[in-house]
Each structure stands twice: as structure tokens, then as C-alpha cells.
């Protein structure tokens, strides 16, 4: 048995909750994109968790968690947030680190400074473009270079003479010793040494065992670097399309996509975003969405759903059920908007656009649904939903041409309608 989480928008979609539900049955859970950009929000026995590299299987004893070679691993941050996660468990999590995922070094997170793209792009400042840059030059650091403490010495210092030509005025690079960074990055991975392994057969074979596998991805399609919004996107495949690539497994079967979507949409950091609200609405959407981001406490954009946009996802995730997030927070509002085609010039469009240029031209089309007053919060009922909640609902199902498997009213896990979803 086999699912995947897909995130649909801009990422934040509550593909934490949904994983923490999942993976209460799952054998294994692999992490297959990004790195400490992410930040899972998951409240695990009444306590909040916002994890950044761990799989979210990390939280129950019978999923093994697979690190996969798609991800770019910041070892102090794994560290401290393994460390929490024992401390708060009282046992230890199993884990595999791919041999051939990257690791982001501190001169990642300097390079992100010196090239702009914090403020260029709105990145999380996490070092993840120059991480994912390093592996496409090959000039990247593995997890698997940290078992040949030589090898690593030896690859750090040609990366690092390569960034003092390229940036001799820096005082930062000019003070980086290849010796010293090797040492800092070994004290971190030192418990997870045993864990650096060939992470591909290990999917391979829970896979052919037909093991309950559970996928999770990061961000969401719209950050796709290839079929997102570029450059306002993250450097990784978030996408279905990019799975099988991130964990070697060619066409992986995977039975169950469910495609995470909140009931509104938001967006955090640089570029178009056709539907966003400002003023009033949406300062309502991020006061009772607490739409701030889990890495970096930024406000994220609040705005209208977006079905062209959803449509695109849709193509590029190919999911078999829905999970509706956040459909709380919509409750209070005399009417909702829904965005089913961009009007761009002369010429009215119901395909999404990938330039970013063309995309920041569009307006958004709307129609107008009612909407509904009385507070859902928690409701694990669909038939207790109003009935304008419950439309809405429909519409969108409708639009995308896929059922709804899972509403969310909540954060906590209790806080859900499961309309005849099987796997939890
Ligand atoms: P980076 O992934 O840090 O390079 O950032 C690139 C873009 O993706 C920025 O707009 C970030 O705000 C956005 N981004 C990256 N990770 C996430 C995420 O987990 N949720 C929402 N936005 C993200």
C-alpha cells in the first residue's frame, strides 16, 4: 500500500497534519524533496511540533523514516530537531539518511546572502538554492562523504578555494577553514552515522514487500522549480512527476496522491499570486488562518481560492483524493470567492501560466458563493457542516474532477471529517 502527499498551492497546506495522521499506520515514511525550508506543523499528543527535516513517521515506533537523496540536510538543525523529538517521545526514532542526499554547509546560507536571493526570490534563507546549485555543479557534499572524514576534508577545501576566487572581498569566506567545518559537521552528524545508508534499496524493498510506504513531500506544486512559478520557487522537484527521481525507484505504484489543499490560498515570500486580498479580508484570512510561516515567523500572503491554479497542481499530481484544509477559518464570512479563469488583456484564460511575467498580469475572474456564519471548528461530521460550507466544498470537488477524502476543521488531530477515507 502505497500514498503520497502532495501539496497543491504554494506549499503551507497542512501537509503535516495529514501526514501525522497517516502515519500512524504507515511502516515507512520517506521525506523526498527540500530541506529546513519546510516546516510541518504537527501537534502530537497535545504538544505542537514545527518539523523541518524529519519525516513526520518519526512520532510513531512503527514507521522506519527514510531522509531520501532528493532532500538537502542541514545536519545541526536534524540534530536538535531529533533531540526534541526524543526528548519529547522518550525513545528513538529509526532513520535512514540517503548516501546521496546533499548537506547544506554554512557557506550555503552565506551565498544565499551574497547572491540576494533572501530578498530577491523571499527564500527561507535556509541555504537551500545554493545547496541544490552545488549538487547540479557537482561541487555538493553527501551525507555519504561524512563516513570518509578524509574524502570530506578534502572536497571541502576545493570548494572552498573555488569560493575565495569567486568572492575575495567577502570576510566571511576568506575566514572559512575546510578543517573546521569538517569538524563542526561531523560533531552534528555524529548519532546519525549509523543511519547514512544506499537509501534506495531500502524503498525498493518495502515497496516490493508492499510495506504500508508513505510519501511526503514538501512545498507545494506551485513552488515546483521546473512547473512553478520560476524563479519564485524553491530548487526541488515538489511534485509527483519528481518522486520517483528523488528516491531512484522508476514509476513508483503509488495508490493512494492525496493532494493537500487549503479552503483559501496563501503564499509566502516573492512573486505573482493572482487572488491574493489585502486590507480588511485579508488581515482576517492571516489573523484567523495564523497564516505565519513555521520556519521563518514570515506573514504569508492570504487570498481567494484559486482553481486555475489548483487545476495545474492537479495536472502535475495527479491526485486520487483530496484533503481540505483550514476550512475553519472561513467561517464568519458573508460570501466567498472562488477564481475559475484570469483575465489577461483582451483574452479571459482558464489555463494557469507558467511565466511568472504573464502570471503577474492576470486578473483573477471570480465568482461569488454564499458563505456561512456559524463557527465549524473541530466538526468531525460532514453531514453537521453548514450547508454553504458544504456546497463549497462540492464546488471545488466538482471543478477538479476528485473526491474529497478528508476535511480538516483544526490543527489537532481529532479536528477532522474523514468522509469514507480508508487509510487512517
Ligand atoms: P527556498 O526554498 O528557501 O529557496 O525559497 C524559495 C521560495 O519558496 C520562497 O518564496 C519561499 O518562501 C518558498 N518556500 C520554500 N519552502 C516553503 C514552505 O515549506 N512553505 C511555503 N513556502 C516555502
Known amino acids: 500500500m502505497t500514498t503520497a502527499i502532495l501539496g497543491m498551492q504554494w506549499g503551507d497546506e497542512g501537509k503535516g497534519k495529514i501526514t501525522h495522521l497517516l502515519a500512524r499506520e504507515a511502516d515507512m515514511v520517506v521525506r523526498y524533496n527540500g530541506g529546513p525550508n519546510a516546516g510541518h506543523t504537527v501537534i502530537d499528543r497535545g504538544e505542537k511540533f514545527g518539523i523541518h527535516l524529519l519525516p ?134 555524529e548519532p546519525f552515522l549509523g543511519s547514512i545508508k544506499n537509501a534506495m534499496p531500502i524503498i525498493a524493498q518495502a515497496l516490493k514487500r508492499g510495506d504500508n510506504v508513505l510519501f511526503e513531500g514538501a512545498q507545494g506544486a506551485l513552488l515546483d522549480l521546473d512547473f512553478g512559478t520560476y524563479p519564485f520557487v524553491t530548487s526541488s522537484s515538489t511534485t509527483l512527476a519528481g518522486l520517483g527521481n528523488a528516491i531512484g525507484v522508476p514509476c513508483p505504484q503509488i495508490d493512494c496522491r492525496i493532494g493537500v489543499m487549503k479552503a483559501y490560498a496563501t503564499r509566502v515570500g516573492q512573486g505573482p499570486f493572482p487572488t491574493r486580498v489585502t486590507g480588511k479580508l485579508g488581515n482576517f484570512l492571516q489573523q484567523a488562518g495564523n497564516e505565519f510561516g513555521v520556519t521563518t515567523g514570515r506573514p504569508r500572503g492570504c487570498g481567494w481560492l484559486d482553481l486555475v491554479a489548483l487545476k495545474h497542481a492537479v495536472a502535475l499530481n495527479d491526485p486520487t483524493i483530496l484533503a481540505i484544509t483550514k476550512l475553519d477559518v472561513l467561517s464568519g464570512l458573508d460570501e466567498i470567492k472562488i477564481c475559475g479563469a484570469y483575465q489577461l488583456g483582451e483574452r479571459e484564460t482558464k489555463t494557469f501560466l507558467i511565466s511568472a511575467e504573464e502570471l503577474a498580469l492576470c486578473e483573477p475572474i471570480y465568482e461569488s458563493l454564499a458563505g456561512w456564519k456559524q463557527a465549524i471548528r473541530g466538526t468531525t461530521d460532514y453531514e453537521s457542516l453548514p450547508r454553504a460550507a458544504r456546497t463549497y466544498l462540492e464546488r471545488i470537488s466538482q471543478e477538479l474532477q476528485i473526491p474529497i477524502g478528508i476535511v480538516s476543521t483544526g490543527p489537532s488531530p481529532e479536528e477532522t471529517i474523514n468522509i469514507g477515507f480508508d487509510r487512517y
Open 56 to 189: 513526520v513517521g518519526a512520532f510513531y515506533r512503527n514507521a522506519r523514516c527514510v531522509l531520501a537523496s532528493g532532500m538537502v540536510i542541514d545536519l545541526p538543525v536534524l540534530r536538535e530537531e531529533y533531540d526534541l523529538i526524543v526528548d519529547h517521545l522518550k525513545w528513538e526514532p529509526e532513520i535512514v539518511i540517503a548516501e546521496n542526499a546533499h548537506v547544506i554547509l554554512p557557506y550555503h546560507k552565506l551565498l544565499e546572502e551574497l547572491e540576494g536571493g533572501g530578498s530577491r526570490i523571499g527564500t527561507t534563507r535556509r541555504g537551500i538554492g545554493p545547496a541544490y546549485s552545488d549538487k547540479a555543479a557537482r561541487v555538493g557534499i553527501r551525507a555519504g562523504d561524512l563516513l570518509h572524514p578524509d574524502r570530506l576534508c578534502k572536497k571541502l577545501a576545493q570548494k572552498i578555494n573555488l569560493l575565495k576566487q569567486t568572492w575575495p572581498d567577502s570576510p566571511e569566506i576568506s575566514s572559512l577553514s575546510a578543517d573546521l567545518l569538517a569538524k563542526d559537521l561531523l560533531a552534528a552528524a
